[in-house]
């Protein structure tokens, strides 16, 4: 079936330091894949997605690129800000009509302190 | 456009009693989806439907959970009874166009029940 793998929380980071935070999948055929941010006490926003292999989504400063022949999604931020404290989720949709479920990952908390 | 709309946004209820969550998605939008998210499961479908039809319910919990969508401006989720496990945020998402799920799902701002 499919699955998504995000690294483990929570991410704790300082103002203008480097984001990354890993993304693997596993699914038949070329999902879709996507980025959603969580910030306290909201739903799910989407950050970023992209459709096919090669392509790179990019959002408010984040950036992830599908990676076919690693099967990632992997997020990455230059220089967080306090705002991007919130919980970042990974998730597919597979190119399968017959399993058209959007797949979540557990979630990453990232906190960012001034 | 409002977003996704979910009423209340709180709900406190003891043990037994009937629990209805309530979700009007984006205008225009033909697929809703239900999610119950707690720290011990993350993010569940429950539900989706497309044009008011259910086209998977096969993440509805057990019997004591029902939805349903009698147009394309509402749907309900309902917990009879309710019990404390049942405790979560549920989220209502909607989105456009002919792939249903493969479209950008908008969030709405959940609802918070807690089952004493």
Known sequence: ?114 | DAGVIQSPRHEVTEMGQEVTLRCKPISGHNSLFWYRQTMMRGLELLIYFNNNVPIDDSGMPEDRFSAKMPNASFSTLKIQPSEPRDSAVYFCASSSGISGMKETQYFGPGTRLLVL
């Not at chain 1, 879709?32 to 909201?42: H, I, K």
């Not at chain 1, 989504?57 to 990676?67: I, V």
């Not at chain 1, 990455?76 to 399993?99: M, T, W």
């Open chain 1, 1 to 114: 079936g499919n699955s998504v793998t995000q690294m483990e929380g929570p991410v704790t980071l300082s103002e203008e330091a480097f984001l990354t935070i890993n993304c693997t999948y596993t699914a038949t055929g070329y999902p879709s894949l996507f980025w959603y941010v969580q910030y306290p006490g909201e739903g799910l926003q989407l950050l970023l997605k992209a459709t096919k292999a090669d392509d790179k989504g990019s959002n408010k400063g984040f950036e992830a690129t599908y990676r076919k022949e690693t099967t990632s999604f992997h997020l990455e931020k230059g220089s967080v800000q306090v705002s991007d404290s919130a919980v970042y989720f990974c998730a597919l949709i597979a190119s399968s009509r017959r399993n058209e479920k959007l797949t979540f990952g557990t979630g990453t908390r990232l906190t960012i302190i001034p």
